[in-house]
């Protein structure tokens, strides 16, 4: 025991002498701890774990149990963030931001999160705020597949996983899954119906939130809090809701990451991985444009006098046939929003049509086969506009049955079953929605992205896009579209200027993004 007294110069100790001796050899391991009462070495059938350790030392550091984190089944930015989460943790910070690329693994990251701090530290309930309903279901799925653990096991057979479905939390629950809506209504006490109807966060200033007199949790139920997609779900009064949980540590996942964001986690950024990163690593793929121009998109366009057409009410959504009584112009901001042409409607879909494998999908070995057309997310504005793109996009491609395109938005049902069905079917090749498939939602067959909609918020922007980049294997692709190679990359289909207006769109702390001339008006000045 002479070591534990009298350690070299270069080794590094807390304290002199060292309590615990372990001797092993290929065969036997014994085992001394020397704050004991035991006499002489005990003979041990596995090494003892930091967090056994910490514990048979008594040791009063909160992260001093964490074991050193095995880097098998892991990329390399996974390990960069929980190190980097770990570390922040142990300096005190109670709020740290992980910045990873969409389709880079920000669930699966948050799940071994979770592992090691309910098996390695007092943590014992876990709260994760999810934006939707139906993503909050697949995060379910996904700490019900994690096996990153000891034994391998599944994460939910070794901690209780629960989505908030009802007004009451079952005791076994470490991981409670919820919006920060259904939180709220637990809170008050109110009745939970479990639908996918809950979307984005609403806006605080129209709905002021106040947290109750007795709340039906206290403020220290939760231990920490894992807030998916972070860029914008925690401001407004909804912060509120975090702010009576205040003693809990909190973590935020993004792709994309705004001022206000950076700002809530103190600009504790503890990984900051991005869709560069991730391109060029091989965990996604890049995009290509495809620019679809008309009159119409490019200038607006008229609605004449005489003209039969349809006026509906957006409250009532009550629909009549009108004759037009005077010449109208509408503007290309106008169109689709307050004006819906079918005509134009038709003329992208049919220009997609013709493209699709004369000037997107042309590698010879690609069957032009339209039943396989390549999976294919279409972005509309709202509901009308999404049905109108439906009824246009089956007369285009000469559909007469209802799974080649299907419309997923909250008004469908079961929206995850029809997730799962475009994901996995391959009769269903055109999927329409407005924000329901926006973010989080994964498809990895998915080969375009159509936007038939503007849209103003570059993060929305960047996570609708990403929608796209995720890798899957040439086989499994060949799956679900047969006429299919390999997927190394997506086409992002743009029917309305976003990908240009948001390019000279500046950053938040940006002056205006000036136009580079071209070589040609280089060369006449």
Same mark, same amino acid.
């Given at each position: 025991?002479? @070591?534990?007294?009298?350690?070299?110069?270069?080794?590094?100790?807390?304290?002199?002498?060292?309590?615990?001796?372990?001797?092993?050899?290929?065969?036997?391991?014994?085992?001394?701890?020397?704050?004991?009462?035991?006499?002489?070495?005990?003979?041990?059938?596995?090494?003892?774990?930091?967090?056994?350790?910490?514990?048979?030392?008594?040791?009063?550091?909160?992260?001093? *149990?964490?074991?050193?984190?095995?880097? /098998? #089944?892991? /990329?390399?930015?996974?390990?960069?963030?929980?190190?980097?989460?770990?570390?922040?943790?142990? +300096?005190?910070?109670?709020?740290?931001?992980?910045?990873?690329?969409? #389709?880079?693994?920000?669930?699966?990251?948050?799940?071994?999160?979770?592992?090691?701090?309910?098996?390695?530290?007092?943590?014992? /309930?876990?709260?994760?705020?999810?934006?939707?309903?139906?993503?909050?279901?697949?995060?379910?799925?996904?700490? *019900?597949?994690?096996?990153?653990?000891?034994?391998?096991?599944?994460?939910?057979?070794?901690? *209780?996983?629960?989505?908030?479905?009802?007004?009451?939390?079952?005791?076994?629950?470490?991981?409670?899954?919820?919006?920060?809506?259904?939180?709220?209504?637990?809170?008050?006490?109110?009745?939970?119906?479990?639908?996918?109807?809950?979307?984005?966060?609403?806006?605080?200033?129209?709905?002021?939130?106040?947290?109750?007199?007795?709340?039906?949790?206290?403020?220290?139920?939760?231990?920490?809090?894992?807030?998916?997609?972070?860029?914008?779900?925690?401001?407004?009064?909804?912060?509120?809701?975090?702010?009576?949980?205040?003693?809990?540590?909190?973590?935020?996942?993004?792709?994309?990451?705004?001022?206000?964001?950076?700002?809530?986690?103190?600009?504790?950024?503890?990984?900051?991985?991005?869709?560069?990163?991730?391109?060029?690593?091989?965990?996604?793929?890049?995009?290509?444009?495809?620019?679809?121009?008309?009159?119409?998109?490019?200038?607006?366009?008229?609605?004449?006098?005489?003209?039969?057409?349809?006026?509906?009410?957006?409250?009532? #959504?009550?629909?009549?046939?009108?004759?037009?009584?005077?010449?109208?112009? @509408?503007?290309?901001?106008?169109?689709?929003?307050?004006?819906?042409?079918?005509?134009?409607?038709?003329?992208?879909?049919?220009?997609?049509?013709?493209?699709?494998?004369?000037?997107?999908?042309?590698?010879?070995? /690609? +069957?032009?086969?339209?039943?396989?057309?390549?999976?294919?997310?279409?972005?509309?504005?709202?509901?009308?506009?999404?049905?109108?793109?439906?009824?246009?996009?089956?007369?285009?491609?000469?559909?007469?049955?209802?799974?080649?395109?299907?419309?997923?938005?909250?008004?469908?049902?079961?929206?995850?079953?029809?997730?799962?069905?475009?994901?996995?079917?391959?009769?269903?090749?055109?999927?329409?929605?407005?924000?329901?498939?926006?973010?989080?939602?994964?498809?990895?067959?998915?080969?375009?992205?159509?936007?038939?909609?503007?849209?103003?918020?570059?993060?929305?922007?960047?996570?609708?896009?990403?929608? *796209?980049?995720?890798?899957?294997?040439?086989?499994?692709?060949?799956?679900?579209?047969?006429?299919?190679?390999?997927?190394?990359?997506?086409?992002?289909?743009?029917?309305? #200027?976003?990908?240009?207006?948001?390019?000279?769109?500046?950053?938040?702390?940006?002056?205006?993004?000036?136009?580079?001339?071209?070589?040609?008006?280089?060369?006449?000045?």
């Amino acid at each position: 025991l002479q @070591y534990t007294h009298n350690l070299p110069k270069w080794c590094a100790a807390w304290f002199q002498p060292l309590p615990i001796a372990i001797l092993a050899n290929s065969k036997t391991i014994l085992f001394y701890n020397q704050k004991s009462d035991a006499e002489d070495f005990e003979e041990r059938t596995k090494m003892p774990t930091p967090y056994e350790l910490k514990s048979q030392l008594k040791l009063e550091g909160f992260f001093a *149990g964490l074991p050193t984190l095995d880097p /098998r #089944g892991l /990329r390399q930015c996974q390990i960069d963030a929980i190190h980097g989460l770990e570390d922040s943790f142990r +300096e005190g910070q109670k709020r740290a931001l992980m910045v990873l690329a969409t #389709g880079s693994g920000k669930t699966y990251t948050a799940c071994l999160a979770s592992y090691r701090f309910l098996s390695y530290t007092p943590m014992r /309930r876990v709260l994760f705020l999810v934006d939707r309903n139906n993503l909050g279901k697949q995060a379910e799925g996904e700490f *019900g597949t994690f096996r990153l653990t000891e034994t391998r096991e599944p994460f939910n057979t070794i901690f *209780g996983v629960s989505r908030l479905k009802s007004a009451t939390i079952p005791n076994e629950s470490n991981v409670v899954i919820s919006t920060i809506q259904r939180l709220f209504s637990l809170l008050k006490g109110e009745d939970i119906v479990d639908t996918d109807e809950e979307s984005e966060f609403e806006d605080a200033d129209i709905h002021p939130i106040d947290i109750p007199d007795t709340p039906k949790l206290p403020a220290d139920y939760f231990d920490l809090i894992i807030i998916d997609e972070c860029h914008r779900s925690i401001y407004g009064s909804w912060k509120k809701v975090l702010d009576y949980f205040g003693s809990a540590r909190i973590i935020g996942l993004t792709a994309t990451p705004v001022p206000e964001t950076k700002a809530f986690f103190n600009n504790n950024i503890v990984v900051n991985y991005t869709l560069e990163d991730s391109i060029r690593d091989g965990v996604n793929v890049d995009h290509r444009t495809f620019r679809i121009r008309t009159e119409v998109t490019e200038n607006g366009g008229a609605i004449l006098q005489g003209q039969h057409t349809q006026r509906t009410t957006l409250y009532t #959504g009550q629909t009549e046939d009108v004759v037009w009584s005077e010449n109208k112009n @509408y503007t290309k901001e106008e169109l689709n929003r307050s004006v819906i042409n079918p005509a134009q409607i038709k003329l992208v879909l049919q220009t997609y049509k013709d493209a699709v494998y004369t000037e997107m999908f042309t590698d010879p070995q /690609r +069957e032009p086969n339209f039943d396989y057309l390549p999976k294919t997310l279409i972005f509309a504005l709202n509901e009308k506009h999404a049905n109108n793109i439906v009824k246009i996009a089956k007369e285009v491609f000469e559909r007469t049955d209802d799974k080649f395109v299907q419309k997923i938005t909250y008004s469908v049902g079961d929206s995850n079953a029809l997730i799962r069905q475009f994901r996995n079917d391959k009769e269903f090749r055109i999927a329409v929605t407005c924000t329901l498939v926006a973010t989080g939602t994964d498809v990895k067959p998915l080969e375009v992205v159509m936007f038939m909609r503007d849209v103003a918020s570059e993060p929305l922007y960047i996570q609708m896009k990403g929608r *796209g980049v995720r890798t899957i294997g040439d086989a499994q692709l060949r799956t679900v579209t047969p006429n299919a190679i390999s997927k190394d990359c997506f086409f992002l289909v743009d029917a309305v #200027g976003v990908t240009e207006r948001i390019k000279s769109t500046p950053r938040p702390g940006e002056g205006p993004k000036t136009k580079l001339p071209t070589l040609r008006e280089l060369l006449e000045q």
